[in-house]
T-cell receptor
Framework: GQNIDQPTEMTATEGAIVQINCTYQ??????LFWYQQHAGEAPTFLSY??LDGLEEKGRFSSFLSRSKGYSYLLLKELQMKDSASYLC??????????WGAGTKLIIKP | SQTIHQWPATLVQPVGSPLSLECTVE??????LYWYRQAAGRGLQLLFY??????ISSEVPQNLSASRPQDRQFILSSKKLLLSDSGFYLC??????????????FGAGSRLTVL
């Protein structure tokens, strides 16, 4: 079967750095997405990786290793507004998105 | 620019009543359209997707149905709601055609409570 694993919850301090991991086992691979979802709101797109390596976008970076079936989202200089759930999703060989359950990130002052 | 509208935002319905959630997309043509459901603390569950007018693919057998009467309109319906239908429903669109880089853009969501 297809599976996406990410931690259920993480806690970090304002101003610090946090890394949210995602491992996947899917039928084929056509890219990995990270979305941010604030409580009670819709998910919004953060990043897309299809090749190995690091993609940097401001305070957020996303890394992919296809051989290891592994990705992480790195958030730097954490702000209180970064408190949200972070969803990892992989597009399989049929171009269907497989979603993880999300990681709830709690930022403490 | 493209925008997606979804309504109603919140609704409380009795068991056995009908349901209609509506979603429209502006600023693009022939989008792929999706209905997802999100239960508390769980991942997104794909319910239906559509690649064109009248073309609906169902991912989960249940008492829900979807229709796409116009290119940029997607409707989620039920004739008789169950308690288990409660949840957060999200409409989304992406550019047409298979592509790994097609980003999903979500509507604001509809929170359904079935009592």
């Amino acid at each position: 079967g297809q599976n996406i694993d990410q931690p259920t919850e993480m806690t970090a301090t304002e101003g610090a750095i946090v890394q949210i991991n995602c491992t996947y086992q899917t039928s084929g691979f056509n890219g990995l997405f990270w979305y941010q979802q604030h409580a009670g709101e819709a998910p919004t797109f953060l990043s897309y990786n299809v090749l190995d390596g690091l993609e940097e976008k401001g305070r957020f970076s996303s890394f992919l290793s296809r051989s290891k079936g592994y990705s992480y989202l790195l958030l730097k200089e954490l702000q209180m507004k970064d408190s949200a759930s972070y969803l990892c999703a992989v597009m399989d060989s049929n171009y269907q998105l497989i979603w993880g359950a999300g990681t709830k990130l709690i930022i403490k002052p | 620019s493209q925008t997606i509208h979804q309504w109603p935002a919140t609704l409380v319905q009795p068991v056995g009543s009908p349901l209609s959630l509506e979603c429209t997309v502006e600023g693009t043509s022939n989008p792929n359209l999706y209905w997802y459901r999100q239960a508390a603390g769980r991942g997104l569950q794909l319910l239906f997707y559509s690649v064109g007018i009248g073309q609906i693919s169902s991912e989960v057998p249940q008492n829900l149905s979807a229709s796409r009467p116009q290119d940029r309109q997607f409707i989620l319906s039920s004739k008789k709601l169950l308690l288990s239908d409660s949840g957060f429903y999200l409409c989304a669109w992406s550019k047409g055609g298979p592509s790994g880089a097609n980003v999903l853009t979500f509507g604001a969501g509809s929170r359904l409570t079935v009592l």
